[in-house]
Nanobody, 124 residues
Framework: DVQLQASGGGLVQTGGSLRLSCATS????????IGWFRQAPGKGREGVSC????????FYADSVKGRFTISKDNAKNTVYLQMDSLKPEDTAVYSC?????????????????WGQGTLVTVSS
């Protein structure tokens, strides 16, 4: 079974940092694009960042560029999202997902496999 498990959310003050993890299993890691999405209360889903495991290329939404860093650990089949200089507007449920092909900007419909969300709350 394909599985994605997101973790690492929590409560942090403005300017703080968190690292989210997306542990994957059940598929060939290098064949997939792993994306991070977020959904804030009352708002639509936003594609935040993605990593193409085949060539390690990365993409970021303008809203997080320069503050968030996506990376992977091939040995653990895990993708990380390091979030620095967090702002209250980063508060959202963050989810990771897997897709066979990369289309930027990210479209949730392209991602066939999803993990459960992890809540990030940034206090002002």
């Amino acid at each position: 079974d394909v599985q994605l498990q997101a973790s690492g959310g929590g409560l942090v003050q403005t300017g703080g940092s968190l690292r989210l993890s997306c542990a994957t299993s059940g598929f060939t890691f290098d064949d997939y694009v792993i994306g991070w999405f977020r959904q804030a209360p009352g708002k639509g889903r936003e594609g935040v960042s993605c990593l193409d495991s085949s060539d390690s290329s990365t993409f970021y939404a303008d809203s997080v560029k320069g503050r968030f860093t996506i990376s992977k650990d091939n040995a653990k089949n895990t993708v990380y999202l390091q979030m620095d200089s967090l702002k209250p507007e980063d508060t959202a449920v963050y989810s990771c997902a897997a897709a066979r092909f990369l289309v930027w900007p990210l479209r949730a419909a392209d991602f066939g496999y999803w993990g459960q969300g992890t809540l990030v709350t940034v206090s002002s």
